[in-house]
């Protein structure tokens, strides 16, 4: 037999298998293969608002030290720079409106490249294939992916204006318990404040009442709670709730995912947990074995730019920003959804998204009807079924993700007219 007839075909591993699919690609491909399309789906931050001169600043600073220098560009510590740890850690403690009971140490402080890394690890640190983790309905749709990268399962709870529903949350509690399945629920996610995709902020007695039931269900296990504060700094107006960590009065449940992507720059790729002390070798472990250590030159911008101050100024000028160009969406939403009778969107007072409903039986998915005609008018959006896990609450294919982050007033106007004629146009086609 010869050599070539004894070699198998290529196979790709399982994992990878796992991974194939995920919907940002396909999103991803659509913009490119049409450069013209106006696209409010992207999650981008504004190019304008990126921190060239600040970053152009700490780079100076650092390469004029020659210790510091050589500091920045050597390896780094697994868990990250310790004075960039302690600020982290520093300002987490001082955003809290109530004390953080049992709080934490600078060593249950973790810094990634950006969050998903963190979240990333976390779920390798937790599940094996087949476990569960509770999310809202709908979700962030990269935190699915990276479920499905380990062969994870999402299941949706019901949400509503409010977040998560406590009493949702805990009724699919006891039909997993009485299906036999207890034992596989591992976490339940979170993204507490102006959240990806629905740009809603989970209340304060809401997430008490996330973590006493995650507490009262760890039979089997432990369950966590992971709150992804990806979005926390961009409040344009309204309260700043605390942190969900601060109704963990053990420190043992809740996990804080924290980054600079949206409020900084995705660019520098940092990112940051705070963990329960009993997950931080199994993180820093899993961590070990893929990066050496987060990049040092990036932790070093970050420790400089916290130590001068210039981070609060950045973030105080993306408000200004930002904040218009959530109203533009908001007023272009009552302008040219107002009329169409079925079409419903949240009211953000944060983030970078609305989430919007169309008239029930209207597909807004890849292959539907209106995601078609959205591309003829020329405009992109995030289909709304993305966001739903597989399991749990039924998927809603009437919905859409809309981001404002990216595109300038006018063209966020533009955008949304778009989009309502192609809804129109949907509709009197009766498609």
């Known amino acids: 037999m010869s050599i070539s007839a004894m070699t198998s075909p290529y196979s ?49 600073e650092i390469m004029a030290d020659q210790r510091a220098a050589r500091a920045a560009l050597q390896y780094g510590s697994t868990p990250g720079i310790p004075k960039l740890r302690s600020m982290l850690l520093e300002r987490f403690l001082g955003e809290q409106s109530v004390p953080v009971a049992n709080a934490p140490s600078v060593d249950q402080v973790v810094v990634t490249a950006g969050s ?7 779920v390798e640190s937790l599940l094996d294939p087949g476990d569960i983790v509770l999310c ?52 339940i996610y979170l993204v507490p404040y102006f959240d990806n995709p629905q740009g809603i902020t989970t209340t304060p007695d809401r997430l008490a009442r996330i973590v006493e039931i995650a507490k009262r269900w760890s039979i089997k296990h432990k369950i966590h709670v992971i709150a992804d504060e990806a979005y926390r700094e961009l409040r344009y107006e309204g309260p700043d709730y605390p942190s969900t960590r601060c109704y963990d009065e053990d420190g043992d449940t809740v996990i804080v995912a924290g980054t600079f992507s949206k409020s900084f720059s995705p660019g520098i790729r940092v990112g ?40 609060d100024d950045h973030v105080d000028g993306l408000l200004a920003g930002y904040a218009p160009k959530l109203q533009a969406m908001l007023d272009s939403a009552d302008e040219f959804f107002g009329p169409i009778e079925g079409v419903t969107w949240t009211r953000p007072s944060g983030g970078l998204y609305i989430w919007a409903r169309m008239p029930t039986g209207l597909d807004t998915g890849p292959e539907g009807p209106l995601f078609r005609r959205a591309i003829q008018e020329g405009m992109l959006y995030v289909p709304g079924q993305y966001c739903f896990p597989g399991e749990g609450e039924p998927v809603q294919l009437n919905t859409m993700r809309l981001s ?12 949304m007219q778009a989009l309502s004629r192609a809804i129109c146009e949907a509709q009197a086609a009766g498609d």
Not at 12 to 40: C, F, H, V, Y
């Open 404 to 415: 404002f982050g990216v595109q300038t007033i006018a063209r966020i106007r533009q955008g």
């Open 116 to 122: 998903n890394q963190l979240l990333h690890l976390i």
């Open 272 to 311: 940051w947990g705070v963990l329960p002390s009993h997950l931080v070798d199994p993180v820093c472990e899993q961590k070990g074995n893929i990066d050496f250590g987060s990049p040092n030159f990036s932790q070093a911008i970050m420790t400089y730019v916290l130590e001068q101050g210039q981070f």
């Open 12 to 60: 790709s591993s399982k994992r990878a298998k796992m991974a194939a699919g995920q919907p940002i690609s396909a999103l991803m491909t659509q913009a490119l293969e049409n450069a013209d399309l106006l696209s409010l789906a992207a999650g981008f931050v504004d190019e304008a608002t990126l921190p060239t001169t600040v970053v152009r600043q700490a780079c100076a």
């Open 136 to 187: 809202t309905e709908p979700t962030y749709f990269v935190f699915l992916g990276i479920l499905a990268n380990v062969g994870g399962r999402g299941q949706g709870v019901a949400t509503d204006e409010h977040g998560m529903i406590p009493d949702s949350l805990d009724e699919q509690l006891k039909r997993i318990d009485a299906a036999g399945e207890l034992g596989h629920v591992k976490a």
